[in-house]
């Protein structure tokens, strides 16, 4: 059994070393037309790496013709198949702008399209090319309303839009989890959860991130100066009526009550504070001994 096993390792060595000797013999000697058959076939076997090596050296050679036309839209496939997206992106937009008028040109754009959405990073990285993705595919559904693509591509918009949400969701998290160590990071939170609703007022994770809100202002109205603290308390109860208005009946409902309850005890302490001041400035100001005020007029005080 151990002498077939090696007989067979010899075998596939030395049929991979004289094919690749034969696909070197063919890069260097072949013909023009001899490549261009070679390419086709190695296409067909589903060698889309020596199909695309000779497609990209025949491409500047052939002029014109159903043949510089097929070399192109093949060797984008050949991209493709390999997985390189961000190359076979480019190639069929490059074809559907060389060959607007072709029988491929329709699915060229798709592909196009289709490449961008396969190259959409997971929803931890950048989003630049999942924004890329989803324009192109609009772009396809705009220009190609009845094409047999429209309802993949409306399907792969979806996708990569809920993406993008789980994105969005994930960075306005960690601006709350990071919040009790960082005060600008409580004024992002808040920030990201604003943004997020505009942008995904549907979404599920609205409820939860509704809380979060009243939670991250009520803990940065506290750790605010006091001259910005009325303010961001009064922020926190609008925040809670929101919620509340529109969640009634949430798991998070009594923890925000709490919030609002202690927003509250702030600003009538607030208030009061800010009416024993008051007191006092009209009592410093209506002392025998009182300095006079200066008159905002501009005149002498007589």
């Known amino acids: 059994m151990t002498y077939l096993r090696r007989y067979l390792f010899v075998l596939v060595g030395l049929f991979m070393l004289s094919s690749c000797s034969k696909f070197s013999k063919l890069q260097k000697t072949g013909t023009q037309q001899e490549k261009y058959n070679a390419a086709l076939e190695y296409y067909k076997k589903g060698d889309y790496y020596k199909a695309g090596l000779l497609f990209e050296e025949l491409?500047?050679?052939?002029?014109?013709?159903?043949?510089?036309?097929?070399?192109?839209?093949?060797?984008?496939?050949?991209?493709?198949?390999?997985?390189?997206?961000?190359?076979?992106?480019?190639?069929?937009?490059?074809?559907?702008?060389?060959?607007?008028?072709?029988?491929?040109?329709?699915?060229?754009?798709?592909?196009?399209?289709?490449?961008?959405?396969?190259?959409?990073?997971?929803?931890?990285?950048?989003?630049?090319?999942?924004?890329?993705?989803?324009?192109?595919?609009?772009?396809?559904?705009?220009?190609?309303?009845?094409?047999?693509?429209?309802?993949?591509?409306s399907k792969y918009i979806l996708e990569l839009r809920r993406k993008l949400e789980l994105k969005a969701y994930e960075k306005a998290k960690l601006y709350y989890k990071i919040s009790d160590f960082q005060y600008y990071s409580l004024k992002s939170a808040v920030i990201a959860i604003e943004n997020f609703q505009k942008d995904f007022p549907d979404s599920g994770y609205n409820e939860e991130l509704a809380y979060l809100k009243v939670d991250a202002q009520y803990n940065l109205a506290k750790s605010s100066l006091p001259d910005k603290q009325k303010e961001r308390f009064s922020d926190v109860l609008k925040f809670y009526r929101a919620f509340v208005d529109k969640y009634p009946n949430s798991k998070y409902g009594r923890d925000a009550e709490k919030l609002y309850t202690e927003s509250q005890k702030e600003l009538e302490r607030i208030l009061k504070l800010e009416e024993e001041m008051q007191k006092l400035r009209e009592q410093r100001d209506n002392a025998p001994n009182a300095p006079a005020r200066i008159s905002t007029s501009g005149a002498q005080p007589k």
């Open 59 to 153: 491409i500047p050679l052939l002029k014109g013709g159903m043949e510089a036309e097929l070399a192109e839209f093949y060797n984008a496939y050949c991209q493709y198949h390999q997985g390189i997206y961000s190359m076979s992106q480019y190639l069929f937009k490059k074809f559907y702008d060389t060959y607007a008028r072709s029988e491929y040109a329709q699915e060229a754009f798709y592909m196009h399209a289709f490449s961008l959405y396969k190259d959409s990073p997971p929803a931890h990285l950048d989003q630049s090319n999942t924004m890329t993705a989803i324009t192109a595919l609009q772009d396809f559904i705009n220009r190609y309303p009845d094409s047999p693509f429209e309802e993949e591509c």
